[in-house]
C-alpha cells in the first residue's frame, strides 16, 4: 500500500521565519511528487517535482526531490501571516492501465504564521 | 490554465435524502476524474477513480453503493450520496488532470456537505 508521511504535523513561527516542511514515501511506481498549499477550500498546485536534485522555486518558496531517499523538503523563507494554510504533498502513480495517476496524500503540515 | 469546477460549493440536506455532486472539466477533456473526501484537520483521501464511459473504481472501505459515481461525458463526473446520514458530513473535493501529460492535477471547488 502507498503510503506518504509528512512532518512536522504542525508548526508554529513568527514572520520572517524560515520553515522545512518535510515529505517521506513509499510507493510502488513513482511518476511525481505535488507539492499543494489549503486554506480554506480546495488545495492550490505550488511545485511538481519528477527528477532527484533539481530545485524548484517560486518566489519565497522552493522544493527538492530525492528519488534515492524517497523524500522532497518545501522550503519557506521569510514567511508572512498569509503563508499560514495546510501544506499537502501527494505522490502520483499511474491508475491502473491508464496514463492519468491518482494522488495519494500525506497528511498535511498545518503551518501557522504569527505577527 | 486548466480549470475545474465543481458544483454545488455547499450543501445542506436531511438525512435519508440524496444528493448530487458535480464536477466539470472546463477546457480539457477528462476522461479519468477523481473524488477525494476530507474530514476536518486531515487530509484528503481518495475515494474513487472514476472512468468516463465505465464504473468507477473505488478505494478499499468505500462503499460503491452509496457514493454512486458516474462519469457520462469527458468532462463531466457525478458524485451521489445516496440516503444521505450525518457521518457522510464531509468536505467532498474532485479532480482531474490532463490526458497524456505528466501534470498536476486541477482541484475543483470542493463541497462541504452537511447531512442534519
Known amino acids: 500500500e502507498d503510503k506518504v508521511v509528512q512532518s512536522p504535523l504542525s508548526l508554529v513561527v513568527h514572520e520572517g521565519d524560515t520553515v522545512t516542511l518535510n515529505c517521506s514515501y513509499e510507493?510502488?511506481?513513482?511518476?511525481?511528487l505535488l507539492w499543494y498549499k489549503q486554506e480554506k477550500k480546495a488545495p492550490t498546485f505550488l511545485f511538481m517535482l519528477?527528477?532527484?536534485?533539481i530545485e524548484k522555486k517560486s518566489g519565497r518558496l522552493s522544493s527538492i526531490l530525492d528519488k534515492k531517499e524517497l523524500f522532497s523538503i518545501l522550503n519557506i523563507t521569510a514567511t508572512q501571516t498569509g503563508d499560514s494554510a495546510v501544506y499537502l504533498c501527494?505522490?502520483?502513480?499511474?491508475?491502473?492501465?491508464?496514463?492519468?495517476?491518482?494522488?495519494?496524500f500525506g497528511q498535511g503540515t498545518i503551518l501557522t504564521v504569527h505577527p | 490554465g486548466a480549470v475545474v469546477s465543481q458544483h454545488p460549493s455547499r450543501v445542506i440536506c436531511k438525512s435519508g435524502t440524496s444528493v448530487k455532486i458535480e464536477c466539470r472539466s472546463l477546457?480539457?477533456?477528462?476522461?479519468?476524474m477523481f473524488w477525494y473526501r476530507q474530514f476536518p484537520k486531515q487530509s484528503l483521501m481518495l475515494m474513487a477513480t472514476?472512468?468516463?464511459?465505465?464504473?468507477?473504481?473505488?478505494e478499499q472501505g468505500v462503499e460503491k453503493d452509496k457514493f454512486l459515481i458516474n462519469h457520462a461525458s469527458l468532462t463531466l463526473s457525478t458524485l451521489t450520496v445516496t440516503s444521505a446520514h450525518p457521518e457522510d458530513s464531509s468536505f467532498y473535493i474532485c479532480?482531474?488532470?490532463?490526458?497524456?501529460?505528466?501534470?498536476?492535477?486541477?482541484f475543483g471547488q470542493g463541497t462541504r456537505l452537511t447531512v442534519v
Open positions: 477546457d480539457f477533456q477528462a476522461t479519468t
Open positions: 519528477t527528477s532527484s536534485g
Open positions: 501527494a505522490v502520483v502513480r499511474p491508475a491502473g492501465g491508464t496514463s492519468y495517476g491518482k494522488l495519494t
Open positions: 510507493v510502488t511506481n513513482f511518476r511525481s
Open positions: 472514476s472512468n468516463e464511459g465505465s464504473k468507477a473504481t473505488y
Open positions: 479532480s482531474a488532470r490532463k490526458p497524456g501529460q505528466n501534470t498536476e492535477a486541477f
